[in-house]
């Protein structure tokens, strides 16, 4: 059930926030606010209390909060029709004799339009539906990481030490190390090796089964680095698969422990991905324990293109679609450890989506990798068959591309308009009606262009199937 009603819940809930938050901020500054509405197009249903009607629209591609502006005509085509053209008479059985336009003849005072408002005020309103989704965010992140809490990783055995230029002590830890103590302090868990390296100034002592490795912080390096490029040694047995994806598709099941590649052993997690990562389209073979009983799979990784290390260009590597199954047991975080993984959530994501879209402006990442409406339903729906938390954390994902995409200087969207006002304001006077249209239509040419790219992009393979299989009804 819970598969069904994500994309219900994910989209409705991070566009009914958004739209929240321009709401109340209209309210909070006097602004006249007749109309909120979560989608376009025709009512499934609405409501009218006080001086706003309530709408829920066929459409599910967004939402508006309509406002008393001066500019009233220029927006009436994308939220509904003009108030003047939609006011009701009294021939209307919703009709009130007591209420502004649309819902009565009263007209709508000035000092209640959008533009009679300080340029502080107007900023607030534009920008609350970004502030909203972050905040959606991070509760979400919050949510999850305090239902979750931190994972106890009963063991200090290393499983890999990635390489770090300004720390080249860290290179003399190998896989299969076991980590005794960290600055003279015994270590028994992972968990207690991490916190003893962050607290660490000046340099890290490390000693091994293997003797002490000493790693400088003095040039460059910072405690996070080493705990980052460092990791803890994990069995290689499968815990989740995606619906779909090479591993499913080759017969892996969670729970199989993976033993050999193509003949090499497997001893931990970081083996199979190394390898997995370096086989873009080419064939592995598979041996796994499945409940105690050797199997034999082919499993072909799928290619995609990842960003070096710098974030300048882009290379293959293979991915199968299954998540590794973490040991250890999970203990209850207090509410400001969680907060704090929260925050660091949606901070994340939006600099994940930032860096997205420097690299589509720059590149070297294709737009064919944009996706629209139906690949948020299918990712929406594979989250809900995967559990609660992976719907949450999808709508913390969404929430954060909203907010940052909604701040990008295209007309009709958030930061379009903050940048109008403001070069109004510079300006001295208003944009004229002309300026005003031409500023719209390059808005709305720009999201039509951006709508047709990822609706191209969700339909594509359906198409290409769709092709084929009327070429192989043909004879083609």
């Not at 009130?96 to 340029?119: H, T």
């Not at 890999?160 to 080249?168: I, L």
């Not at 916190?195 to 002490?212: A, F, H, P, W």
Request: glycine share 10%.
């Amino acid at each position: 059930m819970l598969a069904y009603l994500a994309p219900i819940l994910v989209f409705g809930l991070v566009i009914f926030v958004h739209e929240l938050g321009h709401f109340l901020a209209a309210k909070a500054t006097g602004v006249y606010a007749p109309r909120f509405s979560i989608g376009f197009g025709p009512a499934i249903f609405k409501f009218r209390r006080g001086e706003t009607e309530y709408v829920l629209a066929w459409l599910p591609l967004g939402g508006f909060v309509r406002m008393a502006s001066r500019h009233d005509q220029e927006a009436a085509f994308l939220e509904g029709g003009s108030e003047e053209a939609t006011a009701k008479n009294d021939a209307d059985p919703d009709y009130d004799p007591n209420a502004m336009i649309p819902f009565g003849p009263k007209p709508v005072p000035e000092n209640r339009w959008f533009e009679s408002k300080p340029l502080w005020a107007r900023l607030l309103i534009m920008i609350s539906g970004v502030v909203m989704n972050t905040l959606l965010a991070i509760v979400v992140g919050t949510g999850i990481a305090k239902s979750i809490g931190q994972r106890i990783v009963p063991s200090t055995v290393v499983g890999k030490a990635y390489p770090v230029a300004a720390a080249p002590g860290l290179a003399r830890l190998q896989a299969g190390d076991s980590i005794i103590a960290v600055n003279g302090s015994p270590v028994a868990t992972w968990n207690e090796a991490q916190k003893k390296i962050l607290e660490s100034t000046g340099r890290v002592d490390i000693k091994t089964q293997r003797g002490d490795v000493t790693v400088s912080l003095q040039a460059g390096a910072t405690s996070e680095d080493i705990v980052n490029n460092l990791v803890a040694w994990v069995p290689a047995v499968l815990d989740s698969i995606v619906p779909g994806d090479p591993a499913e598709k080759a017969g892996l099941q969670r729970g199989d422990s993976v033993v050999s590649m193509n003949g090499a052993p497997i001893a931990q997690w970081m083996d199979l991905t190394e390898r997995v990562s370096s086989s873009p389209g080419k064939p592995l073979t598979f041996v796994v324990s499945r409940r105690g009983a050797p199997m034999t799979f082919t499993v072909v990784p799928k290619s995609v293109d990842e960003p070096d290390s710098a974030g300048t260009t882009t290379h293959a590597v293979g991915k199968i679609g299954a998540a590794v199954k973490l040991p250890g047991t999970h203990q209850s975080l207090p509410l400001s450890t969680a907060f704090t993984l929260g925050v660091g959530m949606a901070k994340d994501n939006a600099g994940q989506v930032f860096r997205i879209l420097h690299e589509i402006g720059s590149g070297s990442r294709s737009v064919k990798e944009l996706g629209g409406p139906i690949a948020i339903t299918r990712a929406a729906v594979s989250a809900g068959k995967a559990g609660a938390a992976n719907v949450f954390y999808l709508i913390l994902v969404l929430s954060m591309n909203v907010a940052v995409l909604n701040l990008l200087p295209i007309p009709i969207l958030d930061g379009g308009q903050i940048l109008i006002n403001i070069l109004e304001t510079v300006k001295g006077s208003p944009f004229t009606m002309r300026t005003r249209e031409y500023i719209l239509r390059v808005g709305l040419a720009a999201i039509a262009l951006l709508f047709v790219v990822v609706m191209y992009n969700d339909t594509r393979a359906w198409f290409v199937e769709l092709f084929g299989w009327v070429g192989k009804l043909f004879g083609a």
